[in-house]
């Protein structure tokens, strides 16, 4: 028996692993593919393929008896967790926080921008050869709300600082201060959505955030407020995004939608006032330095057994 580090980006390419030779470590190299690279029973620290699903993911983790760690390079853990039940006790499952706030941020405010200034409108036009000149609402003295305040929250609002807002109102599961001002708890939504015209979603898809933006939720938000989800497509209610979108009252920017792949045909893709990027928040050049040093960095600690950054949980 080995103790294999299965990798979904082959060893050579990291820099600072550490040496098989002193670690007594075995390296094996799997992105996803149909076979699995050696025997899933000698694996003893998973790094979960980027962006394969929750098929590809789980697939391996039942034979996995003897895996001590699961790093996903994702923020989110959600597509792991139907597999958690399968793995012994006293495994540690580690979230990529630290790879994916730069660039979930700037989507954020990309999204942002693009749907208050009218580009898309501007790209259609351009296709026509037509001129939209006109007033458009602008970001400055908009009052924006942050569901989910964690390190991406955090991020979204280090971005926001230059725009000159209005306000910037934090949720998060429960309420806390910050050097930026207090985060609120989920349980004080209903009072700020009036406010708030601008929403962004930035919270982990968990049972209690799915559906979280449901008719409720979107009737509460203002006339004429943005809705943008950089979360996960289940923390919205499709169905019901549709009927308020389709009405013409609130308009969205959705990175991630529910289906995921969004289906040809689907309504979501000619619904009046959606603006729809495919779900690249964190698939940017500044993804892979992050994230080969953050699985470096972890490999290092599980060899030396010291601690490790970014548990959300250890299975029991």
Known sequence: MTADVWLPIP??????LPDPAGSSLT????DGGPDFPADPADCVFYVVPYMKGTEIAVRPMAAMTSVRVVQTLSAGTDHVTPGLGSL???V????????????TAE???ALVLASLRGIPGFVRGQDREEWRAGFYPALADKSVLIV????IGAAIEDRLAPFECARVARVARSARATERGLVQALTDLPALLPEADVVILSTPLTPDTHHLVDAAFLARMKDGALLVNVARGPVVDTGALLAEVGSGRITAALDVTDPEPLPQGHPLWHAPGVLISPHVGGSTSAFMPRAKRLVAGQVTRFAERAPLLNTVLTTG
């Open 11 to 16: 060893a050579g390419e990291i820099a600072g």
């Open 27 to 30: 390296y094996r190299f799997w």
């Open 88 to 90: 012994p006790p006293g």
């Open 92 to 103: 540690a499952l580690c979230n990529a926080k630290g790879v994916h706030e730069a660039s």
């Open 107 to 109: 989507l954020t405010l």
């Open 148 to 151: 989910g305040y964690g390190s």
